[in-house]
């Protein structure tokens, strides 16, 4: 569109949000991708889509069907209503969700504390939605932050106030110090978010004693804590993975965010929320959380796609409900991946005395990403000109932080690419960062 044209509204008129970088960040970079489609991309964290099959998708409705009329005693007709009609808000799999988190996670959930949602983004949507009672109101949220839990905050008017990750994954002097200037400014903290286990965009992860620090902290300082693991079950080590935060919670302290995005399919859009705290309501009645969020659910989707819940629902049962056992193949070339990325960083940057630590990298226990640290700022224009000149994407930090100061480091994701194409990758990108070392040395 020109400046010339005839303009109808302008964004100053429509919710601050729009036009908030938080906003705008994901349609900037998704904008980069398709302006160089030749260009290898280690910025895309979408799952890889080698073993994406049209045909199973066929066969986990089926599966999910035979499940209702079977097991459940459901006759054909109802069965067929069930997926086809409109819908229960809370979803039609939370039963199937909830065996789930049993066998992989050891957690024990009520299914009508769970909430199945369009994707973790919605499921974060609704809770902030919730929690943000009025103008005084604050999330904190572990730095650098998912930019989908920023960009939500947003639109719900909450501020988000960082809080510092440090390596232990969060750093607990600072969440109570964080939590504190919020109470001293006369706000009120409503909860943490984080991501536990191999964050996006830090790969960090928090060990077992932290955590149940952690929990112990949010009772003090009276938190919820908001607890993101999109990624958990992609551990590189064949070790026990670290228990959630969910299933050490024994006070209700923790509504858990699940996503299916990662471990069966994004294009399902599917996730959930599992949120028990116990909500007082008129009249003394007492629920769930859970049909709080419903609540909202009912005035911004309705109700999830049974469709598409029946197709994870039919993925589940198909494993015996566990995606530990239905994502083998995949954490295997997640990890393949993410060990050949590390590796070819190591080539590619040797430590030598006369350069020492000019560039530097995160080596994660599992998940899509790895952060690269540079001595000088990575931002939107040295993307550019990495995809235009170089052909190589990745994703600059800046993106991950809620203000605009310039930020050293740049995100690359293992999980769309195969090792040639890291390879690839990681060629051009040592290119531009020679360039760039030389050009501001020179
Ligand atoms: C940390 C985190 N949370 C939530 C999401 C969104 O998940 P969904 O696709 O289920 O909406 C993502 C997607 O990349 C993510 O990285």
């Known amino acids: 569109m020109t400046a010339a044209e005839p303009v109808d509204l302008t964004v100053a008129d429509l919710h601050p949000a729009l036009g908030d970088p938080a ?6 970079l ?11 991309s280690l910025a895309a964290g979408r799952p890889y889509e080698e073993y994406f099959d049209l045909a199973a998708v066929h066969r986990h409705l089926d599966t999910f069907h035979r499940h209702l009329v079977d097991d459940l005693g459901h006759s054909p007709e109802q069965a067929r209503r069930l997926l086809l009609q409109y819908g229960r808000t809370k979803g039609i799999v939370h039963h199937l969700i ?8 050891g957690i024990t959930v009520d299914p009508e504390d769970v909430v199945v949602t369009v994707g973790c983004q919605e499921a974060m949507f609704l809770v902030l939605r919730a929690l943000r009672a009025g103008p005084t109101d604050v999330l904190l949220a572990v730095a650098p932050t998912y930019v989908g839990l920023t960009g939500a905050a947003r639109l719900v008017d909450l501020p988000v106030w960082p809080v510092a990750g440090g390596s232990s994954g969060v750093d607990l002097a600072d969440l109570a110090a964080q939590a504190r200037r919020v109470r001293a400014a006369g706000l009120r903290p409503r909860a943490c978010y984080l991501m536990p286990d191999f964050a996006n965009p830090s790969g960090a992860s928090i060990d077992t004693a932290h955590r149940r620090r952690l929990l112990d902290l949010a009772a003090e300082e009276d938190l919820l804590l908001l607890e993101d693991n999109p990624y958990g079950l992609f551990h590189s080590d064949d070790g026990p993975r670290p228990p959630t935060l969910k299933a050490l919670d024994t006070r209700r302290r923790v509504v858990y965010l699940g996503s299916f995005a990662k471990t069966v399919l994004p294009g399902a859009r599917v996730g959930y929320v599992v949120a028990d ?13 859970a049909d709080q969020l419903a609540m909202i659910k009912s005035m911004v989707t309705v109700n999830t796609s049974p469709i598409a819940q029946a197709v994870i629902g039919g993925r589940l049962l198909e494993h015996g409900c566990s995606l530990v056992a239905g994502n083998t193949r995949e954490r295997a070339a997640y990890t393949r991946n993410l060990r050949h990325l590390v590796a070819g960083l190591t080539r590619r940057f040797p430590a030598v005395p006369e350069r020492p630590a000019a560039v530097r990298w995160t080596v994660p226990a599992g998940g899509f990403f790895v952060v690269v640290t540079v001595p000088f700022p990575v931002d939107d ?7 235009r000149d170089y052909g ?7 993106h991950f932080y809620d203000d605009t100061a310039p930020v050293r480091a740049l995100r690359l994701s293992v999980s769309a690419v195969t090792p040639e194409q890291i390879d690839v990758g990681l060629d051009r990108l040592a290119e531009l960062i020679t360039d760039e070392l030389a050009r501001r040395a020179g």
């Open 23 to 28: 906003l705008t960040s994901m349609n900037f």
């Open 392 to 398: 190589v994407l990745w994703t600059p930090m800046a």
């Open 98 to 105: 909830a065996r789930n988190l049993a066998v992989d996670e």
């Open 30 to 40: 998704n904008e980069v991708s398709e302006r160089y489609p030749a260009a290898v």
């Open 381 to 387: 224009a040295l993307l550019d000109r990495s995809a």
């Open 277 to 289: 705290q116990r909500v007082a309501g008129p009249g003394g009645r007492v629920g769930p959380l």
